[in-house]
């Protein structure tokens, strides 16, 4: 268990930017996560995927925010035309779909954005 | 949808204390529940969960907590804390037959003095 990987862990843009953001998950895992994390609040949930297929998006998220997972393996999340409200932790995570239907997920690190 | 709620956002206590969180939920069919942890500088770790089963689930450090269905309670305990347990601590459920995505508290801040 090589763990969710983020990166970068950091950034910091001008609003109005774009970023992207990529998450590498746990090899074997099959679901991936996009949750996004403010002071003082837990996870919010941004998205899912099995394998490569988005299969539910949050009404959280605005059409300047996309997440794309191509070969089912690493995704990637960007945000376009960056506003000062999506200063946040970025949070993936990962779970693996076999082991029980619910099996816990497991987190990376995060990315942490600050808009300027 | 499901919700949960996490009352206590802030607790202070003193090493060897006692620990009870409290989490509630609103989800009237089967549920899997989660705590996790959050020590500083660190990513979000599983503390145990809740599939089905013996009501009352040990976790890793000590921790455990009891579900109660008829309180749509899932409380997490720990009857003497550590320094080093430190963290923030979140509770989720997950609404079985459902999609597959869990719903997360806004989390508690435990300092622990030494």
């Known amino acids: 268990d090589t763990g969710v990987s983020q990166d970068p862990r950091h950034k910091i843009t001008k609003r109005g930017q774009n970023v992207t953001f990529r998450c590498d998950p746990i090899s074997e895992h099959n679901r991936l996560y996009w949750y996004r994390q403010t002071l003082g609040q837990g996870p919010e949930f941004l998205t899912y995927?099995?394998?490569?297929?988005?299969?539910?998006k949050s009404r959280l998220l605005s059409d300047r925010f996309s997440a794309e997972r191509p070969k089912g393996s690493f995704s990637t999340l960007e945000i376009q035309r960056t506003e000062q409200g999506d200063s946040a932790m970025y949070l993936c995570a990962s779970s693996e779909m076999g082991q029980g239907r619910n099996s816990p997920l497991h987190f990376g690190n995060g990315t942490r954005l600050t808009v300027t | 949808a499901q919700s949960v709620s996490q009352h206590n956002h802030h607790v202070i206590l003193s090493e060897a204390a006692s620990l009870e969180l409290g989490c509630n939920y609103s989800?009237?069919?089967?549920?899997?529940l989660f705590w996790y942890v959050q020590y500083p500088g660190q990513h979000l770790q599983l503390l145990l969960k809740?599939?089905?089963?013996?009501?009352l689930v040990k976790g890793i450090k000590g921790f455990e907590a009891e579900f109660i269905k008829s309180k749509f309670s899932f409380n997490l305990r720990k009857p003497s804390v550590q320094w080093s347990d430190t963290a923030e601590y979140f509770c989720?459920?997950?609404?079985?037959?459902?999609?597959?995505?869990?719903?997360f508290g806004r989390g508690t801040s435990l300092i622990v003095h030494p």
């Open positions: 989800y009237g069919g089967t549920v899997n």
């Open positions: 809740y599939f089905s089963g013996d009501p």
């Open positions: 989720a459920v997950l609404a079985s037959g459902g999609s597959y995505i869990p719903t």
């Open positions: 995927f099995q394998n490569e297929a988005q299969l539910e």
